[in-house]
Nanobody
Framework: QARVVESGGGLVQPGGSLRLSCAVSGVSEFTFSRYTMSWYRQGLGKERELVAIITDVGISPNYADSVKGRFTISKDNTKRTVDLQMNSLKPEDTAVYYC??????????WGQGTQVTVSS
């Protein structure tokens, strides 16, 4: 059974950067390589939305229009991690960020979320 844990959230000023990390345990490197990994976020009073998604190393990820050019998702199969580098942060990026691991066999596994607050 996979376990997903996010880290790296915090308070940052507008225009600043943060790097979120998501660690997946309880699976082999091979199994992890087959996971589709994604980051979602949910602002206060808003629905959860997809931010970025990556299937495997070497395959182009996809991003929400609102974060294109500012956020970068990366996957490391050896470490079983997926990171989200967030640059040029805006107040509207404030949300709880969730990591999701998906496979056909296991379905969706969510982390507990990490708070990102962009404020001066």
């Amino acid at each position: 059974q996979a376990r997903v844990v996010e880290s790296g959230g915090g308070l940052v000023q507008p225009g600043g950067s943060l790097r979120l990390s998501c660690a997946v345990s309880g699976v082999s490197e091979f199994t992890f390589s087959r996971y589709t990994m994604s980051w979602y976020r949910q602002g206060l009073g808003k629905e959860r939305e997809l931010v970025a998604i990556i299937t495997d190393v070497g395959i182009s990820p996809n991003y929400a229009d609102s974060v294109k050019g500012r956020f970068t998702i990366s996957k490391d199969n050896t470490k079983r991690t997926v990171d989200l580098q967030m640059n040029s942060l805006k107040p509207e990026d404030t949300a709880v960020y969730y990591c999701n691991a998906y496979s056909i066999r296991s379905g969706n596994t969510w982390g507990q979320g990490t708070q990102v607050t962009v404020s001066s």
